[in-house]
């Protein structure tokens, strides 16, 4: 049973390029979240996607910055025009469903973004 | 959201137990206390989750007041591999984003031979 599965696992960018970062779901999950960590912080939610739709992006940067999920494929987070401000470790987590307050999220190892 | 409040960090020698306490005074009825941990470089793990009883699993166990407004996460035999960053969580009430985990700065528990 493979996990949360993001890749890369490292991706450097200098300022100014795209960065698209992948995550595949657990067998099984319709449900995925996406979650930045900046250095010495915690984590931050960030989206939360269903297949070709997004449920709530509250936590998503207003400019630069989109995710989708579309019904074939990976989950898709993707950031335009990068800053070195982007520079973080980005978490994918899956859920089967829309997690009530019984269930719990699956993380991925994350991608770590740096930017030059 | 309700807020948790935890010790920045926490030391255990390998073998005894950990204990990570959390305070969460403005937990509401249908919330739940979720403790997650992350281990350096990798993502959150879960560990375990509770609504008003004491839970136990093979990972762990948690033990909340009567009151609610405090928890106690419970590593009964720590070994070297359980030094991370561990979250104590009060999922979100209302809304359609359950998944949406407001994680704060968490306890650093080092395990120390």
């Known amino acids: 049973n493979a996990g949360v599965m993001q890749n890369p696992r490292h991706l450097v960018r200098r300022r100014g390029q795209e960065a698209r970062l992948r995550c595949s779901p657990m067998?099984?999950?319709?449900?995925v979240y996406w979650y930045r960590q900046l250095p010495e912080e915690g984590l931050k939610f960030m989206v939360y996607?269903?297949?070709?739709?997004?449920?709530?992006e509250s936590g998503m940067p207003k400019e630069r910055f989109s995710a989708e999920f579309p019904k074939e494929g990976p989950s898709i987070l993707r950031i335009q025009q990068v800053v070195r401000g982007d520079s973080a470790a980005y978490f994918c987590?899956?859920?089967?469903?829309?997690?009530?307050?019984?269930?719990?999220?699956?993380f991925g190892s994350g991608t770590q973004l740096s930017v030059l | 959201d309700a807020k948790t409040t935890q010790p920045t960090s926490m030391d255990c020698a390998e073998g005894r137990a950990a204990n990570l306490p959390c305070n969460h005074s403005t937990i509401s009825g249908n919330e739940y206390v979720y403790w997650y941990r992350q281990i350096h470089s990798q993502g959150p793990q879960y560990i375990i989750h509770g609504l008003k009883n004491n839970e136990t699993n093979e990972m762990a166990s948690l033990i909340i007041t009567e009151d609610r407004k405090s928890s106690t996460l419970i590593l009964p035999h720590a070994t070297l591999r359980d030094t991370a960053v561990y979250y104590c969580i009060v999922r979100e009430a209302g809304g359609t984003s359950y998944g949406k985990l407001t994680f704060g700065q968490g306890t650093i528990l080092t395990v120390h031979p």
């Open positions: 996607l269903q297949k070709e739709n997004i449920i709530d």
């Open positions: 987590a899956s859920s089967p469903k829309n997690p009530g307050y019984n269930e719990k999220l699956f």
């Open positions: 067998k099984g999950h319709s449900h």
